[in-house]
């Protein structure tokens, strides 16, 4: 009996071990920079462009990979997260088993998430909002087919305006979360997934609370590794008045 069970075990072990049928592995790297750390790195009014490749986020793109930012133009205190199930219903992100490994570790600074995944699904994966002193996601940079880009997140029109980083007020997309309908509705109509790549920013109606990111990738045919840099700032409205020395 005891080698029938460990045969049985020996099986199931065997079978969890094999990847799903047409089963391929993915990767997405972020980093959270401050602004200034990302403008450190850009040398001319075009490579502010929207869409834009260029040697200065190549040069950016190898400096994060071998360590060399400093770690202070880094904000270790938000990391990238898979969706709750209920988030990940409501934006129709496949079913994977993510293994998430955080930045900050020696001289790595992306957070990492990898899972197996099938050619033709999306799957979606969030960093939080909190209350953080450096608020608002003002820039991002983001590669998936092809070099990384430089992409401006802003609010489309009411129309059959799409764009690659588009940006929502956080309570309107958890209006639609909830209703399960996010990505069916005004938010994945509004998302260019072009280059397999996208960023949806939610706007935090609470100026002492951070914005909410979801990055939203769509799976390659072959094995691929995507790649997210956000740039935070402190937000405008949070920035305390200079005190004027009155003259008596």
Do not use: C
């Amino acid at each position: 009996m005891r080698r029938v069970l460990a045969g049985a075990v020996a099986a199931l072990l065997g079978l969890a071990a094999v990847p799903p049928a047409g089963a391929v592995e993915y990767r997405l790297q972020v980093v959270n920079l401050f602004e200034t750390a990302f403008a450190a790195f850009l040398l001319a009014p075009r490579d502010l462009a929207q869409g834009a490749a260029s040697p200065a986020l190549d040069r950016l793109d190898r400096s994060v990979d071998e360590g060399a930012v400093p770690k202070g133009g880094v904000l270790f205190d938000r990391h990238l997260l898979p969706p709750s199930p209920e988030v990940a219903r409501a934006y129709r992100s496949a079913e994977v088993v993510p293994a998430v490994t955080d930045g900050g570790e020696n001289r790595a600074l992306w957070d990492e998430v990898r899972w197996e995944g099938h050619p033709g699904e999306h799957s979606v994966w969030v960093v939080p909002a909190g209350a953080r002193w450096t608020q608002e996601l003002y820039r991002v940079a983001l590669r998936g087919r092809g070099p990384l880009r430089y992409f401006q997140p802003y609010v489309p029109a009411w129309s059959a305006d799409r764009a690659v980083a588009v940006a929502f007020p956080l309570n309107f997309l958890w209006f639609h979360e909830e209703r399960g309908g996010a990505w069916d509705g005004p938010i994945g109509r509004r998302v260019d997934l072009g280059t397999d790549i996208g960023a949806v920013v939610g706007v935090n109606t609470n100026p002492t609370f951070s914005d909410q990111v979801y990055v939203v990738v769509r799976h390659a045919e072959e094995p691929t590794t995507y790649q997210a840099v956000l740039v935070w700032r402190q937000r405008v409205t949070d920035r305390e008045a200079p005190r004027i020395r009155r003259m008596h």
